[in-house]
């Protein structure tokens, strides 16, 4: 049983979330608190396995309870619920830094916050795992010495992926011959914290993506919100091909943008068969398009499979248009992508 602790301001989404939690058995919910001050009070007799920790709240804030949680003697796994907004975005980030564990976007709309009670308690149940990935954050990182990418790893995911993608880029080696690219489809200003929080769970240096970044071994790019992360040819000083990071202000694709369709099918033209594609959980059929230019240019798609997938609908997407190599459980997609990009190397 996982004890959940629900801090928010809001009589009106603590109700709700609390609503939302009950729905599952494997979760109690302890208490809630309406500030910061009665949370660090609530945690400390209460000892929840994990707090919903809202960020604007009045007489103490989210980002100061993490900062006081860093001496406490009960620390819990921390949830941020940030509003889709510019300023919580900025907020999210900041929190990440102090060492929240992950956040979720918490929509104003009632009906619409309603929507995400599998997801809440889909991300509730993986924090509260003792199998998290144990942060990184103080650990040495191993530089990548292979340069610009010969290979690509490009990840593609929607509602649900968050949580798969901890666990997979977690369990990616430094030393990975190839460079990753993870297409998440989030609101302008939330893949930033997003890459952060990876950042502090992967072997590899994680970033957000920048308009003209060379793609190099061993490193982990996010691709930003509000534009197209599109792939593009370079050549290496000894004249070998690789990619670098364009960012697109084309329409969205499928009402969203960053596109998971783009990334796959500019990567298709520039790398060809040394392509690996992962798509997880999503709904839509954004990734069907792009998977398919993959596996023409020679490239291996991979798919979730659908047990271990909040929605089906993008990884569905790829199988419609017969583009699919591989359909894995999450638990092993990390192995058979580290085995294909290294079989890609020695050959």
């Known amino acids: 049983m996982v004890k959940v602790l629900i801090v928010d301001d809001s009589v009106l989404m603590r109700t709700v979330i609390r609503d939302m939690l009950q729905n599952d058995p494997s979760i109690e919910v302890v208490g809630t608190a309406t500030n910061g ?46 509003s ?46 003792d199998n998290l990935p144990v942060s990184r954050e103080e650990a040495p990182r191993v530089v990548p010495q292979n340069g610009n990418a010969e290979r690509v790893v490009l990840i593609g995911s929607s509602a649900g992926g968050p949580p798969m993608l901890d666990q997979l880029v977690s369990k990616l080696p430094a030393d990975l011959p190839a460079g990753v ?6 609101p302008v200003g939330f893949t930033a914290p997003l890459a952060a929080r990876f ?20 490193m982990i790019f996010v691709s930003k919100a509000g534009v197209h992360t599109m792939v593009g040819a370079a050549l290496t000083t000894d004249g070998k091909k690789t990619g670098r990071i364009i960012h697109s202000n084309a329409p969205p694709v499928h009402a969203v943008r ?28 954004d990734a069907g398009a792009g998977a398919y230019a993959i596996k023409q240019a020679g490239g291996t798609s991979i798919i979730c499979d659908q ?13 419609q248009k017969n583009a699919v190599d591989k359909v894995l459980p999450l638990a092993k997609i990390p192995d058979a992508v580290e085995r294909i990009v290294r079989h890609m190397a020695e050959n």
């Open 199 to 218: 950042n502090r769970i992967s072997h590899m240096p994680v970033k957000e993506t920048e308009n003209g970044d060379m793609i190099k071994n061993g």
């Open 307 to 319: 047990k271990d997938c909040l929605v089906y609908g993008m990884a569905r997407s790829a199988i």
């Open 84 to 129: 889709l907004t510019s300023e919580g975005a900025e907020m999210t980030n900041e929190a990440i830094r102090l060492g929240a564990d992950d956040f979720m976007l918490k929509p104003k709309d009632v009906p619409e916050l309603r929507l995400t009670t599998d997801e809440l308690i889909a991300t509730i149940r993986h924090l509260a795992t």
């Open 258 to 285: 960053p596109a998971v369709d783009k990334t796959f099918e500019s990567a298709a033209h520039v790398y060809g068969k040394n392509i690996v594609s992962v798509v997880l959980s999503g709904m839509g059929n």
């Open 181 to 186: 690219i993870i297409t998440q489809h989030m």
């Open 37 to 82: 001050i009665e949370a660090l009070e609530k945690i400390a007799s209460l000892k929840p396995d994990l707090i919903t920790l809202d960020i604007e709240m009045p007489k103490m804030n989210g980002l100061e309870v993490l900062r006081e949680l860093k001496t406490a003697s009960w620390h819990p796994r921390t949830l941020m619920f940030s």
